[in-house]
């Protein structure tokens, strides 16, 4: 026994020492992400099997399983996530009046398509959603630590977006993980004056999801911002002397920042080219029932549904209660966001979910789980400790019951 344990004591000690490096400030920015993202994709791996395990599925028309065989595997193809497989493996199709895969956009099948002739496309699927929300916690850490200086706030942050109620569709066959990597790595780089790798990241942010298009004019508020013109300056002559001396001499950059809508042009003259129709993501969208009546009698409808029902006897409509929270509790820290993090950051916010709610309530919940800022003003507000147990104890508990819902065939979001 003396004899192997002196065999291995280096490679003991050698352990010993990466944990004790890995723990040092410098270190942070990966250990804090992946320490978020492991605790959290344990709990909905393990709740999702279980789920799936302990409550009978159903079984009948519409209600698939791609892999039946493999449940750790099978509980993340739900709802949507059909559309996305068969994208991969069939392209895409279009057919007026009928849900068409049109309404979803290319990039995460894409990247979907390059891994899955290796391992299948769910498990393609599954490996491309949690690789980009590591990669999306790890950008967020460091944009948050940019912005407040502090590794407590970064830290709180990955971590409440990572338990948030519907961080599950992280890891599900969703394009969640993908369009929350792409946008919050194209604001870090313009926040650090990369407008190349800006305008990069941000044409296939533009190219996961209609909403991507908003990140254009965050970082053209920045690109602004850092030549000395704000919405907060528009009325001062300086201001606008700064904006002309830079249109002069940054052009390049400019330039980089003006193929962010590439990513949506790109696939717009695809459907024109396939389907005659540059629009058919959107015009696809009634197939859903959805209407394009404006969000004030969007959520007046729908507030009247939900007062309309009987609470007593649970005959009512709870996912309402979901989306509504996440709808005006995005809009209420914007407000506080516009005056800590500035004007980008809110707008973007405000735009985020706004514009869904023209044609819907219905996955606001999940709408609002990719606008990244709210965490970072969550993690900033979480310096109290009252507030951080609540966020995390409220969070957690909710991720298990939809995660368990959604496993089960009930639509969450």
Same mark, same amino acid.
Not at 188 to 207: T, V
């Given at each position: 026994?003396?004899?192997? *344990?002196?065999?291995?004591? #280096?490679?003991?000690?050698?352990?010993?020492?990466?944990?004790? @490096?890995?723990?040092?400030?410098?270190?942070?920015?990966?250990?804090?992400? =992946?320490?978020? &993202?492991?605790?959290?994709?344990?709990?909905?791996?393990?709740?999702?099997?279980?789920?799936?395990?302990?409550?009978?599925?159903?079984?009948?028309?519409?209600?698939?399983?791609? !892999?039946?065989? !493999?449940?750790?595997?099978?509980?993340?193809?739900?709802?949507?996530?059909?559309? %996305?497989?068969?994208? $991969?493996?069939?392209?895409?199709?279009?057919?007026?009046?009928?849900?068409?895969?049109?309404?979803?956009?290319?990039?995460?099948?894409?990247?979907?398509? &390059?891994?899955?002739?290796?391992?299948?496309?769910?498990?393609?699927?599954?490996?491309?959603?949690?690789?980009?929300?590591?990669?999306? =916690?790890?950008? /967020? %850490?460091?944009?948050?630590? =940019?912005?407040?200086?502090?590794?407590?706030?970064?830290?709180?942050?990955? &971590?409440?977006?990572?338990?948030? #109620?519907?961080?599950?569709?992280?890891?599900?066959?969703?394009?969640?993980?993908?369009?929350?990597?792409?946008?919050?790595?194209?604001?870090?780089?313009?926040?650090?004056?990369?407008?190349?790798?800006?305008?990069?990241?941000?044409?296939?942010?533009?190219?996961?999801?209609?909403?991507?298009?908003?990140?254009?004019?965050? $970082?053209?508020?920045?690109?602004?911002?850092? *030549?000395?013109?704000?919405?907060?300056?528009? *009325?001062?002559?300086?201001?606008?002397? !700064?904006?002309?001396?830079?249109?002069?001499?940054?052009?390049?950059?400019?330039?980089?920042?003006?193929?962010?809508?590439?990513?949506?042009?790109?696939?717009?003259?695809?459907?024109?080219?396939?389907?005659?129709? #540059?629009?058919?993501?959107?015009?696809?969208?009634?197939?859903?029932?959805?209407?394009?009546?404006?969000?004030?009698?969007?959520?007046?409808?729908?507030?009247?549904?939900?007062?309309?029902?009987?609470? /007593?006897?649970?005959?009512?409509?709870?996912?309402?209660?979901?989306?509504?929270?996440? %709808?005006?509790?995005? /809009?209420?820290?914007?407000?506080?966001?516009?005056?800590?993090?500035?004007?980008? %950051?809110?707008?973007?916010?405000?735009?985020?979910?706004?514009?869904?709610?023209?044609?819907?309530?219905?996955?606001?919940? @999940?709408?609002? =789980?990719?606008?990244?800022?709210?965490?970072?003003?969550?993690?900033?507000?979480? @310096?109290?400790?009252?507030?951080?147990?609540?966020?995390?104890?409220?969070?957690?508990?909710?991720?298990?019951?939809?995660?368990?819902?959604?496993?089960?065939? $009930?639509? $969450?979001?």
């Amino acid at each position: 026994m003396q004899a192997i *344990h002196t065999r291995f004591s #280096p490679i003991k000690d050698s352990v010993q020492q990466i944990a004790i @490096r890995l723990n040092q400030p410098e270190y942070y920015w990966l250990t804090r992400p =992946l320490m978020a &993202f492991l605790i959290t994709r344990v709990i909905v791996f393990l709740g999702a099997y279980l789920a799936e395990i302990a409550i009978p599925g159903v079984v009948k028309d519409g209600f698939y399983h791609v !892999n039946p065989n !493999n449940v750790w595997l099978d509980v993340w193809a739900r709802w949507d996530s059909a559309f %996305y497989i068969r994208i $991969v493996e069939d392209g895409y199709w279009f057919t007026l009046g009928q849900q068409s895969a049109v309404a979803f956009f290319p990039l995460y099948p894409l990247l979907v398509s &390059f891994l899955a002739p290796f391992v299948g496309t769910l498990a393609a699927g599954v490996i491309v959603s949690n690789s980009l929300f590591l990669g999306a =916690l790890i950008f /967020l %850490y460091k944009l948050t630590e =940019l912005e407040f200086n502090d590794a407590a706030v970064a830290s709180r942050t990955v &971590f409440y977006i990572a338990a948030f #109620p519907t961080a599950f569709f992280f890891t599900a066959v969703y394009t969640e993980s993908t369009f929350l990597f792409f946008t919050i790595s194209t604001m870090y780089f313009s926040r650090k004056q990369m407008w190349a790798w800006a305008g990069l990241f941000g044409l296939l942010c533009a190219s996961s999801r209609i909403v991507g298009i908003v990140i254009w004019g965050v $970082v053209g508020l920045e690109w602004l911002r850092v *030549h000395g013109w704000t919405l907060g300056t528009i *009325h001062k002559r300086e201001a606008w002397t !700064n904006l002309f001396k830079a249109l002069k001499t940054d052009w390049l950059n400019l330039g980089a920042i003006c193929i962010i809508p590439l990513g949506l042009i790109t696939y717009m003259v695809f459907l024109k080219v396939q389907f005659n129709d #540059p629009i058919a993501f959107s015009t696809t969208q009634s197939a859903w029932g959805r209407e394009m009546i404006g969000p004030i009698a969007i959520i007046w409808r729908d507030l009247a549904s939900l007062m309309g029902g009987d609470f /007593l006897k649970g005959d009512i409509w709870w996912h309402v209660i979901l989306d509504l929270s996440a %709808y005006f509790g995005v /809009l209420l820290i914007a407000v506080a966001i516009w005056r800590r993090l500035g004007a980008g %950051y809110a707008l973007y916010c405000i735009l985020s979910i706004v514009i869904p709610s023209f044609s819907g309530t219905g996955s606001l919940s @999940r709408y609002a =789980l990719v606008i990244f800022p709210a965490f970072m003003m969550l993690g900033y507000w979480g @310096r109290w400790q009252w507030l951080d147990r609540t966020v995390i104890i409220t969070f957690s508990v909710l991720l298990g019951i939809l995660t368990t819902l959604f496993v089960n065939w $009930v639509f $969450v979001a």
